[in-house]
């Protein structure tokens, strides 16, 4: 198993500020995926994130607006910049990691973003 | 993109069996179905995966349909902590992508 923590847990940020977002694992992992989920949705993947790579963004989420880090194995950053009010979502990072014979996803406790 | 369809809401009776139902039509033969579930806008937590076979571990069973386009997730007793957003996920590659989930209410 893996356990991520996140910093911070919430926020309340002003229009056209940027946030950095932290996620931390407890163990080496080669991939992480940053995932947003407004309000009373679904989760919506924002883009998958490998070390020593760029990440890879899905349709609808870029780099200027997201920009991601990971420079080790167990660290990666996202940024929310220029904020909006439409970007008040709880964002969670999570991890691939074995379980015994397969491999789940690990969630993160997610960070709750307020935009006003 | 989800890949998934789901009843967006279910009730169920404390104690009696939760079946909740999942289609994924447009699975491809080397694709997992994942479920996953979240209480109070926490992490999701695994539940339970399955390729072909039906499968069952501590928490729940899972029950493929043989041509793979549906599947159903069984909670044999439901609790009130059982209470959540019940996700079912078509794994795509190393990518998760969540359908719209189905809130299942226990009641008393």
């Known amino acids: 198993s893996a356990v991520i923590s996140q910093k911070p847990s919430r926020d309340i940020c002003q229009r056209g500020t940027s946030l950095t977002i932290q996620c931390q694992v407890d163990s080496q992992v080669t991939m992480m995926f940053w995932y947003r989920q407004q309000p009373g949705q679904s989760l919506t993947l924002i883009a998958t994130a490998n070390q020593g790579s760029e990440a890879t963004y899905e349709s609808g989420f870029v780099i200027d607006k997201f920009p991601i880090s990971r420079p080790n194995l167990t660290f990666s950053t996202l940024t929310v910049s220029n904020m909006s009010p439409e970007d008040s979502s709880i964002y969670l990072c999570?991890?691939?990691?074995?379980?015994?014979?397969?491999?789940?996803?690990?969630f993160g406790p997610g960070t709750r973003l307020t935009v006003t | 993109d989800a890949k998934t369809t789901q009843p967006p809401s279910m009730d169920c009776a404390e104690g009696r069996a939760a079946n909740l139902p999942c289609n994924h039509s447009t699975i491809s033969g080397n694709e997992y179905v994942y479920w996953y579930r979240q209480i109070h806008s926490q992490g999701p937590q695994y539940i339970i995966h399955g390729l072909k076979n039906n499968e069952t571990n501590e928490m729940a069973s899972l029950i493929i349909t043989e041509d793979r386009k549906s599947s159903t997730l069984i909670l044999p007793h439901a609790t009130l902590r059982d209470t959540a957003v019940y996700y079912c996920?078509?794994?795509?590659?190393?990518?998760?992508?969540f359908g719209t989930g189905t809130s299942l209410t226990v009641i008393p």
């Open positions: 996920i078509v794994k795509t590659g190393n990518q998760f992508y």
């Open positions: 999570s991890v691939e990691g074995e379980s015994g014979s397969y491999y789940e996803q690990y």
